[in-house]
């Protein structure tokens, strides 16, 4: 690692010499940016920042999200073209996860059996519907009967050791990489990264408690304006490339710099209930399609062993960060409210699902009314829950940033690269943003070859994570 320089100047920041690339944020979207980089690349110098003292304290949190590899087999709500494009990055996490030592990789990646069920004629239909299109794709998908979702997970099916009367069918997947602990997942990207370049001339410099303050063009390179907490005055760092990965934040810093102005970010914080250990694995609902959020599912959290975690909800909140209050203020710039937002606002309130919707996760937050109002939710996948079993899960979620397009006055369902010019770009990462992390880190890295001209590996990249053999196309370029 490199050392910083610890001179800083009192009047004018102390400028530290160039890096290659500065990545900012050590979530998981960071992390794995720099692994890739490291790994597969020849660069001499990555810098890493985060504004915390570890890594991965905000949605990549292990208690922040989900904890899904989002495969496109069981969301209900991808198109079978989304579920291919999805597929391909999900399953570079369950490779990647074969590059670690056992230990490690059991700390990072989970094994279960997973499902998405429906319940009634009109979700099993399309159920069934679905599984014909998807399962040439997918192979390991299994249609389950009753009898058989009785079998793999006997709290769905059956109360009192008989039968639940409601139609019911699954597509199930027995077993694959299904869970991950982002944060866990984080941490390995950045020992991967020093493993890397251990012994090379090359440098891995990852800097916690170090916040971005500003970033400016400068030439061909870019001054970034740094504080390091509890370090006296803001230093600047001159990097060739930028890539923020800094989740809601990335959107404040961009429109800072005038970019990405044409989004508004709405977030959606998400919270979770735990009860006792009912579930062997991911059990998803079909989603309601006019939602963008995830539909409500159960699995065993992969932090507590013992406990099954159900959720998330989905509530409207004015914060960029979910336990940080303080974010209300950068809520209000990324929001800029007028009459475009306000219009994408109508739309939702207007729809009477939506609307509902809305409401009743409002509604989840009220402390004794949660529970019971919940309970209503989780018995669709566990019928014999009871009011007892179920505790609000204090602390758990995040907030995804959902952004609106002011252009055309509509909510986007997934993350937006801001490419705002050459060197220089910001990830806004909601949910599957998790999943995403290796194939986004690939895309930004042949981005950095093409603007650095740096030597990138792609074709040990496929191979490895990929796990294919490399069209000529992507054979790695000379410098
Ligand atoms: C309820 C919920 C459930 C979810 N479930 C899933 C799931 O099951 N599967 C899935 O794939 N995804 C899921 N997601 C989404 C997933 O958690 C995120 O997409 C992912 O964690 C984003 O990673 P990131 O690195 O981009 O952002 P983050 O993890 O938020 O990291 C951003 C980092 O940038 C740092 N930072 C911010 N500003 C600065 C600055 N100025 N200077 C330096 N550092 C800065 C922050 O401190 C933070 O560490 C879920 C999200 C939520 C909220």
Redesign the pocket.
Known sequence: MLKRDASPCAESPHTEAATDVLI???????TALLFTLARYTDLAHITL????AQ???????AT???????CGDIETNYTLEKALRVKRTAEMIGRYGDLLDPGRRDRCVFRTPKMVLAVGPGECELLRQRFQLFSPHFPAMELLEKQQIAEWEPQVALVDGVLRPEELLAIGIRLSPTAVD?EALSESFVALANDAVAGLDRAVDVRLS????QIEPEGDHYLVELAAAGEGPPTRLRARHVVV???A?SLL?AQKMGYGLEYSCLPV??SFYFTPDLLHGKVYTVQNDKLPF?ALHGDPDVRSPGKTRF??TALLLPLLERYRPASFWEFLRVLRLDGAVLAVLWQLFGDADIRAYILRNLLFEVPWLRRRLFLADARKIVPALQLDDLRFAEGY????PQLIDRQTRRLMLGEVSIPASPGLSF?V?????????LGNAERDALAIRDHLGCQFDHARLVRELVGEDVPSSLAPRSA
């Open positions: 900012v944020g050590g979530g998981v979207c960071g920042v985060e504004r915390y890594l991965a304290q905000v949605n990549s949190k922040s999200n989900s904890q899904t590899i989002h982002y170090t916040s971005v303050i990965n800094a989740g934040h810093l914080a998400g995830a959720g998330p979620g995040g907030v995804r990830n990462t909601p949910s599957p943003g998790g999943t995403c992390c």
